[in-house]
């Protein structure tokens, strides 16, 4: 088998792998970070913290594959639309991962110390700035390596997409092998380009570690 001849077919499945990962991490993010805020100790309402408690208790407690089958093909079926797979995908992903960011981050702000919160208001912070400019910067700081390995989770989570036809990775290797009917040497390259996703996020988390034991001390 000539692989440079399916290159291109590999290459635009890594790329839908990355944009798919970048979108659905930054939409996990932004919603962990919210509920990590309104569900941490310094702002805990029963309300708001049992809809947290049972939005990352169905997150973390359904596989994301059957997360991923229920978005595809029961939710659709349910409200009588049609959505596509992409957005189908994108958002089963960020749900799932969404969960465990939430948990994350909610730990990371219990651990800036009561006082700081204090010291913020005293000064004449409002509660946005002291978020923004005192509390959020230290928590990532503290959380960078637990929310960096759950986005490397994440990343590898795509490949689960191919069993609704997104042509991802794994997917356009999938129907690679299915012409040549010869699997070995594609999936030992998908592996391999997996490996270097994962050497490229490795390499990012020691940065900004460093940076961020720059920005603790």
Not at 3 to 28: D, E, H
Not at 88 to 97: G, N, Q, R, W
Request: hydrophobic content about 50%.
């Amino acid at each position: 088998m000539d692989l440079l001849l399916y290159t291109p077919f590999l290459a635009k499945g890594a790329f839908i792998t990355c944009i798919v990962w970048l979108i659905a991490g930054f939409l996990s993010i932004m919603i962990g970070t919210i509920m990590g805020i309104i569900s941490c100790r310094h702002f805990a309402r029963k309300s708001l913290t049992a809809m947290v408690r049972a939005y990352t208790f169905i997150a973390k407690g359904i596989p994301a594959y059957v997360q991923i089958l229920i978005a595809y093909f029961v939710i659709p079926s349910m409200l009588g639309i049609n959505i596509p797979g992409f957005i189908t995908a994108v958002l089963a992903l960020a749900f799932c991962s969404s969960g465990y960011v939430t948990e994350i981050i909610r730990a990371g702000i219990n651990t800036v110390p009561r006082g700081q919160w204090d010291a913020s208001f005293v000064l004449g912070y409002s509660l946005r700035a002291t978020l923004a400019r005192i509390i959020l910067p230290q928590t990532f700081a503290n959380i960078l390596p637990s929310l960096l390995g759950e986005l490397e989770q994440l990343l590898k989570s795509t490949s689960l997409l191919a069993t609704i036809g997104i042509t991802e990775l794994t997917r356009s290797g999938m129907n690679i092998i299915s012409r040549e009917l010869n699997p070995i040497p594609i999936y030992l390259t998908i592996a391999g380009i997996y490996l270097i996703f994962s050497a490229v996020l490795q390499s990012i988390t020691i940065y900004l570690e460093k940076r961020a034991h720059g920005y603790r001390r």
